[in-house]
Structures are given as C-alpha cells and as structure tokens.
C-alpha cells in the first residue's frame, strides 16, 4: 500500500513539473499590422518656419508592420523587428501654402506584458530603436508654383502601451504610443542641420 501511494505521488509530482514546464516555457512567432492616426510636433530647426506660417495640425496615417518571437527562455518579453511610416494630408497655413510632413523608419522592438507571462495577450508596453529614419518635409504654394523639400536621416526612439486581445478567434491590439526622432540632412547654402520632431499616435490592428 506504502509503495502505491509513493507511486502515485511521484507521479502527480511528475506531471506538475511537466505542466509548470510546458506552460512556463513557450516559444512562438507572430505578425502584427497595424493602422491609425498620428500628429506631429516640431522641434529644432522645423517649428520656426511651421509657426511662422501659421499652420494647422500635422498629421496623417500611421501603419506599422512588424514581427515578433516569445524566447523559450525569456518569460513575459517579445523581441522583433518593426516598420512604420507616416503618410501626412496636407496643414493649411496663411496665403494657401501647405506643409507635408511625412517618415518611415525601421527598428528594432521590445515587448513588456507584466501581467502575462506567456506574452501572448492582455496588457503590455513597448520600447522601439529605430536605427534609420527619414522624413520628407515639403512646404508647397500650388497657385504660385512654390515647392520647398527638405529630406533628413536619423534616428529614433518609440515608447508605446497596448491591449492585446480576441475577438471570434481573431487576435487584435490596441495601441496608443509616442516617438521622438533627430534627423540630419543638408540645407541648400547652409550646410548639414539637426532636426527635432515628435508625434503622438494611436492604431487597431490584428496579430497573424
């Protein structure tokens, strides 16, 4: 009798072990695509022209492509890689002239679920490096014929929260974020200059 009970023991011991294993330790890769809406704000050497023109708001469509791995070893994180870009409707400002203001980059992505540690749903937040950035600045007057472009490279930095969730056995994400980005390019007659900006977006997009 003593020996069935210590079978029987080891074997519930065993099958915890197994399950704490196997529910602890997943690894997996997935896609996420994401749209929304983003507005810009200017910084060093783009807000005096921007304020001087007396434009509206900045902003435009945000889509973000990017994949993702949950480690085996590596609980309550996903790594990946990222790319977005930010296509800008028109700012209208004084005596008709309008302002574009558009970017991509490519980056590489971190995700933080702090109640999950399977990383696969719920609550999260997310760090993005983007390592190349471009944007392309056009200042434009369509009745007198005036186009200004200005195009810069850089890099850049994103901090964003999201709620991963599902719906009829579809996967969805909700995000809001901020990314922050400095950018070199040349000035006609000037030379290379620095240029700051930010925005503030929000996207709904679906994991495959």
Do not use: C
């Not at 003593?2 to 997943?26: M, T, W």
């Not at 990314?179 to 994991?207: C, D, P, W």
């Amino acid at each position: 009798m003593k020996q069935i009970v210590k079978i029987i023991a080891i074997l519930l011991i065993s099958f915890r072990i197994n399950a704490q294993v196997s529910s602890e330790k997943k690894s997996f890769t997935y896609g996420e695509f994401k749209a929304g809406y983003a507005v810009s704000q200017f910084g060093k050497n783009l807000e005096d022209q921007y304020d001087a023109g007396n434009f509206g708001t900045s902003g435009g469509g945000l889509f973000t492509l990017a994949v993702y791995h949950k480690f085996e070893s590596i609980n309550y994180f996903n790594f990946g890689g990222k790319f977005s870009a930010l296509g800008a409707s028109p700012a209208k400002g004084d005596n008709n002239n309008e302002l574009l203001f558009n970017f991509w980059g490519a980056a590489i992505s971190a995700k933080y679920y702090p109640l999950n540690k399977n990383a696969n749903k719920g609550l999260n937040f997310y760090t993005d490096f983007y390592f190349i950035t471009q944007f392309t600045q056009k200042y434009r007057n369509v009745d007198s014929k005036i186009f200004n472009h200005q195009f810069a490279t850089g890099n850049g930095l994103i901090f964003g929260g999201a709620y991963d969730f599902s719906f009829r056995k579809y996967n969805f994400s909700a995000s809001v974020e901020y990314g922050l980005a400095s950018r070199t390019g040349e000035v006609t007659g000037v030379g290379n200059r620095t240029f700051n900006s930010s925005y503030i977006g929000t996207q709904l997009g679906f994991k495959f």
